[in-house]
């Protein structure tokens, strides 16, 4: 439930085409900030992170885990590349186009303060280019904790943090995905809202019609969600966490003009709990 002891918090969440052009998140963003509202922007960036990773020849692969949701395959050199490319490439363009309409963003990771812990994850099965494989060396890991009380205290000082992976793991930095981190950080803060934003209007019930957005989708407690297509299986997974912690989670749009606001008025898809759940 909402924290009694803060204001209302809304947690934004951005990543792959929204981070690389986010020029309308930022001016909304910007505007809410400017009228007193609470918020704080978490960001991935995958699709900075395969650009820069092919100037370097690091080759990027995925893994298919259960409920076929898919994931970045984090070896060493990837970590290097995806934590050169959150602090170096992704962060200083938000930060940058909010410092131009006068926002004081503070530029975080998981790692400052130890903001974020996680656990490695000990050796699984998912599938490797297609072959279901033992996968013993990637560098990413579960989210354990969210000092969600050092974030407020930014917000409390005006300051609006962008945050992002990696988090604190005890032999190292770990991977996180971006849309569990913003779930993670929306509980620990005790959010409203989560929002989660994307290159599509919202959850589709046709992949190949943008028009054909779901108003509305329910999660189970467990299982596997109802669409994984698209980059969706993550952010409903990512949902369920919040929403069990009495936080509205909706997913829209990032690339038209005010899409927080839009988000916030109903635009996109509502992700509730299953009834059997709530």
């Given at each position: 439930m909402v924290d009694s002891d803060f204001g209302s918090t809304v947690v934004v969440k951005c990543g792959g085409v929204v981070a690389e052009r986010p020029e309308f998140l930022c001016a909304d963003v910007a505007a809410r900030h400017r009228n007193g509202?609470?918020?704080?922007?978490?960001?991935g960036g995958?699709?900075?992170?395969?650009?820069?990773?092919g100037q370097f020849g690091v080759r990027q692969r995925r893994l298919v885990g259960p409920g076929n949701v898919s994931g970045r395959y984090t070896d060493p050199a990837t970590l290097a590349v995806a934590m050169m490319t959150w602090s170096g490439v992704v962060k200083p363009r938000l930060l940058e186009i909010l410092a131009r309409h006068g926002v004081p963003a503070v530029g975080l990771t998981g790692l400052d303060a130890g903001l974020v812990t996680a656990t490695a994850k000990k050796p699984f099965r998912a599938l490797l280019d297609g072959r279901s494989t033992i996968i013993?060396?990637?560098?990413?890991?579960?989210?354990?904790?969210?000092?969600?009380?050092?974030?407020?205290?930014?917000?409390?000082?005006?300051?609006?943090p962008v945050l992002s992976p990696p988090a604190l793991g005890a032999d190292g930095p770990l991977n996180v995905d971006a849309d569990r981190l913003a779930a993670a950080v929306a509980t620990a803060m005790g959010a409203e809202e989560l929002v989660l934003l994307s290159d599509v209007p919202g959850v589709l019930a046709d992949q190949a019609d943008p028009g054909s957005v779901l108003a509305r989708i329910a999660v189970s407690l467990d299982g596997p969600p109802a669409v994984s297509s698209g980059g969706m299986g993550a952010k409903l997974t990512a949902?369920?966490?919040?929403?069990?912690?009495?936080?509205?989670?909706?997913?829209?749009?990032?690339?038209?003009?005010?899409?927080?606001t839009g988000g916030l008025a109903g635009q996109g898809t509502e992700v509730v709990l299953d009834a059997h759940d709530r």
């Open positions: 509202e609470r918020l704080l922007l978490v960001h995958s699709s900075d992170i395969d650009r820069v990773a013993r060396d990637d560098r990413s890991g579960r989210i354990a904790a969210v000092n969600g009380a050092a974030l407020h205290r930014l917000l409390d000082a005006g300051f609006l949902a369920r966490t919040a929403l069990v912690a009495g936080t509205r989670v909706r997913i829209c749009s990032g690339l038209v003009p005010e899409p927080l």
